[in-house]
Nanobody, 121 residues
Framework: QVQLVESGGGLVQAGGSLRLSCVAS????????MGWYRQAPGKQREFVAQ???????FYGDSVKGRFTISRDNAKNTVYLQMNSLKPEDTAVYYC???????????????WGPGTQVTVSS
C-alpha cells in the first residue's frame, strides 16, 4: 500500500519550465515503478512517462525530448522536469505507482490526487 502526493504544479508561460515532484509513502519505494499521467478537461487520461524499479524509462510520444522523469529512492520521490511547455500540456498531472513496472493494459495500482499545470499562450 502506498500513498502518493504531487507538488510543483502551477501557471507558466508557453516555452517555460516546471518541475513536478511526487513523494510516496511506503516501505519499498525502490521496488515500485513510478509514472506520470495527465488529463485535460474533456479529454482521456494520457500516459506521460514511467521509470521502472530497474530505472528503465518510457515517455509518451507527445512529450519526448521535452520532459524528463527521474527518481531519488533515498527521498521516496519521483520528478518530472517539463521544458518547452506548450498550451496543450495544460492538464491535471497525476503521479502513479505499481510494483516493478506499470503495464499499459492494466495501468498503475496507485494514484496521487493530481496537481494542476496550466500553460498560457
Amino acid at each position: 500500500q502506498v500513498q502518493l502526493v504531487e507538488s510543483g504544479g502551477g501557471l507558466v508561460q508557453a516555452g517555460g519550465s516546471l518541475r513536478l515532484s511526487c513523494v510516496a509513502s511506503g516501505r519499498t519505494f525502490s521496488s515500485y515503478a513510478m509514472g506520470w499521467y495527465r488529463q485535460a478537461p474533456g479529454k482521456q487520461r494520457e500516459f506521460v512517462a514511467q521509470i521502472t524499479s530497474g530505472s528503465t524509462i518510457f515517455y509518451g510520444d507527445s512529450v519526448k525530448g521535452r520532459f524528463t522523469i527521474s527518481r531519488d529512492n533515498a527521498k521516496n520521490t519521483v520528478y518530472l522536469q517539463m521544458n518547452s511547455l506548450k498550451p496543450e500540456d495544460t492538464a491535471v498531472y497525476y503521479c502513479a505507482a505499481s510494483r516493478g513496472v506499470i503495464v499499459a493494459t492494466t495501468g498503475p495500482l496507485y494514484w496521487g490526487p493530481g496537481t494542476q499545470v496550466t500553460v498560457s499562450s
